[in-house]
């Protein structure tokens, strides 16, 4: 049984955010979803559900190349609230430039703070094993 029960896209293309959302609803539509076009407004969303005491995500979809504040970035500020939240957050890089090569060294770097890598455009079945 699927314990996710919210999921946070962080990704500047309109486009595939509103593929993203649509795939989502079809996979799993009980799901509350949450998005944001770059990384700064993320983290600002993040900080008021913590100060509001919310339930923060269960997963985040997360684009690299943003405007204002791209994934890696992010992932920097994230590292420094990550643990006021009082659960695991999986964090997966969804991104068009995501290969083999560039996985292995990202892995080396960011091993502890992502789940995993992931190419676009995500299709269903892909969708399915992250939620799964």
Same mark, same amino acid.
């Given at each position: 049984?699927?314990?996710?029960?919210?999921?946070?896209?962080?990704?500047?293309? =309109?486009?595939?955010?509103? *593929? %993203? !959302?649509?795939? &989502?609803?079809?996979?799993?539509?009980?799901?509350? #979803?949450?998005?944001?076009?770059?990384? =700064?407004?993320?983290?600002? *969303? %993040? !900080?008021?559900? &913590?100060?509001?005491?919310?339930?923060?995500?269960? #997963?985040?979809?997360?684009?690299?190349?943003?405007?204002?504040?791209? *994934?890696?970035?992010?992932?920097?500020?994230?590292?420094?609230?990550?643990?006021?939240?009082?659960?695991?957050?999986?964090?997966?890089?969804?991104?068009?430039?995501?290969?083999?090569?560039?996985?292995?060294?990202?892995?080396?770097?960011?091993?502890?703070?992502?789940?995993?890598?992931?190419?676009?455009?995500?299709?269903?079945?892909?969708?399915?094993?992250?939620?799964?």
């Amino acid at each position: 049984m699927n314990k996710l029960k919210s999921i946070c896209v962080i990704d500047d293309d =309109k486009v595939y955010t509103f *593929g %993203i !959302k649509k795939l &989502l609803k079809t996979v799993s539509p009980h799901h509350i #979803l949450e998005t944001y076009e770059n990384g =700064k407004q993320a983290i600002d *969303g %993040i !900080k008021q559900m &913590l100060d509001k005491e919310m339930e923060l995500p269960d #997963l985040i979809l997360l684009d690299i190349d943003m405007p204002e504040m791209n *994934g890696w970035d992010f992932l920097s500020e994230f590292d420094k609230i990550r643990d006021k939240a009082d659960k695991k957050i999986q964090v997966f890089v969804i991104s068009s430039r995501v290969n083999t090569k560039n996985q292995e060294l990202y892995r080396v770097e960011w091993d502890e703070k992502v789940s995993d890598f992931i190419k676009k455009p995500v299709d269903a079945s892909e969708l399915s094993k992250i939620l799964n």
